[in-house]
């Protein structure tokens, strides 16, 4: 992002950019300048005024504060930093007339479906953004939460809330925040594929609430309503056979667009029945259990009864054990995660099944992997506990390589430290 406090930018057309402008109510506008060509904010091309030649692109922000119906986006980590982007929504909820004098405006995803404690969620995002984002420039004394009715949001819906507040001198203003119900593809419930000239239809099975659903799209073209029914129940659709056999052999994509949000799932279409495997799921209690099951599973595909060597890595945070995910490969090991404060489970399953006289590699400092562990374990049958901390993530990463005996490399991968996707999908290549 280029942050600015101008009202225009100028652009060398052989870069690319993402551009956000904050409006007087910090409210944060954005627009994407590809190579080929400007992707505007939804449905605010007038808003942007450009003058292109041969080599640069002129853009002057304008008019936008005196137009408050606009989508929003998240601008404050809530928790795992699960950030709403308009860009993925739809722009029919709007900011309503007495909610646009507000201080600033943020969203956050719920998920309906789950036991979220959305009370608190919810005051944590208020007390984030009031007292640590700079809306304020005091302390808050007093703020007045939504009742736990208010704060129910149907999957694939939004709605804006006000929340009002006063300052340590007794100011008082008023913060928005929209809940944005999130929809998710219900698995169990829905078709991988549909075999031509065999099955009748395909079932796509969705969390969203039936009348917020808006449009159906495969392989991001609308399908006409006229080649699927729906079902109440969330959403189930039923695709048709006709339409189903006018698609050329393959996997497609499917979108379900609600109000608010949309779930993504693909269908594969096949001239014969696919060969049956095998599919086993691998999940725990938990994710401490779960990685206990992967280790379980891991010592059938080895053949062998116990671990040469077993890596430990903290449950609740991803550098560690994801960097480590290599160190283990290396040694044919498991990737056992622990609870620093009830590590008991962990403990006992290297206990259990850690060869006389093996290997235990600890990642990450005694935050991460609290001293008790190691001393636990240190000496138990002969083992050797070796802990691998830097001073931070990154010098933690370069300590694991080494420890991996890899002192060249042909091939070296490089991602973000600060979020996972990128390195966890490049982890088993």
Not at 179 to 208: N, R
Request: charged share 25%; glycine share 6%.
């Amino acid at each position: 992002y280029t942050c600015l406090d101008t009202d225009t930018v100028v652009i060398d057309k052989n870069q690319e950019y993402v551009v956000e402008f904050v409006d007087y109510y910090r409210v944060r506008h954005e627009f994407t300048y590809r190579i080929n060509g400007i992707i505007p904010y939804p449905d605010y091309e007038d808003t942007f005024d450009i003058v292109e030649d041969d080599d640069q692109i002129s853009i002057t922000f304008s008019n936008i504060r005196d137009t408050m119906e606009i989508p929003l986006r998240l601008d404050v980590a809530i928790d795992t930093g699960d950030y709403l982007d308009y860009r993925t929504t739809r722009t029919e909820w709007t900011i309503s007339e007495d909610i646009s004098e507000t201080v600033g405006q943020f969203g956050i995803k719920i998920d309906p479906t789950e036991d979220e404690d959305i009370a608190s969620i919810v005051e944590k995002a208020v007390q984030t953004n009031i007292i640590g984002s700079g809306y304020s420039n005091v302390s808050v004394k007093d703020y007045d939460l939504p009742s736990a009715e208010e704060l129910e949001v149907e999957p694939g819906r939004a709605k804006t809330l006000k929340i009002h507040y006063t300052g340590d001198q007794e100011d008082v203003s008023d913060i928005a925040i929209t809940l944005v119900g999130v929809v998710k593809i219900v698995d169990e419930a829905t078709d991988d594929y549909f075999v031509m000239d065999q099955d009748e239809s395909a079932t796509i099975k969705c969390t969203g609430v039936l009348d917020a659903l808006k449009e159906v799209y495969m392989d991001d073209e609308i399908v006409d309503p006229s080649n699927y029914t729906l079902e109440s129940g969330s959403t189930i659709i039923n695709f048709k056979k006709e339409y189903l056999e006018s698609l050329s052999e393959g996997r497609h994509a499917v979108k379900l667009q609600y109000e608010a949000t949309s779930c993504e799932t693909s269908l594969n279409i096949l001239s014969e029945e696919p060969t049956t495997g095998t599919i086993e799921r691998l999940a725990g209690a938990g994710r401490i259990d779960t990685s206990i099951k992967a280790a379980d599973a891991l010592k059938e595909i080895y053949g062998v009864d116990k671990f040469d060597t077993i890596v430990m890595a903290n449950a609740w945070n991803f550098p560690d054990a994801l960097t480590g995910s290599y160190l283990a490969a290396c040694y044919g090991a498991p990737m056992l995660l622990t609870d620093g404060g009830d590590p008991a489970a962990s403990i006992n399953y290297v206990k259990e099944n850690l060869s006389e006289g093996g290997q235990v590699y600890i990642l990450g400092g005694n935050a991460a992997v609290p001293e008790i562990v190691a001393a636990r374990l240190e000496g138990y049958n002969g083992m050797e506990v070796k802990r691998l901390a830097g001073a931070s993530r990154y010098e933690t990463n370069l300590m694991i390589l080494e420890a991996a005996g890899c002192d060249e490399y042909n091939t070296l991968l490089i991602a973000s430290g600060s979020t996972a996707a990128d390195s966890l999908s490049a982890s088993s290549t």
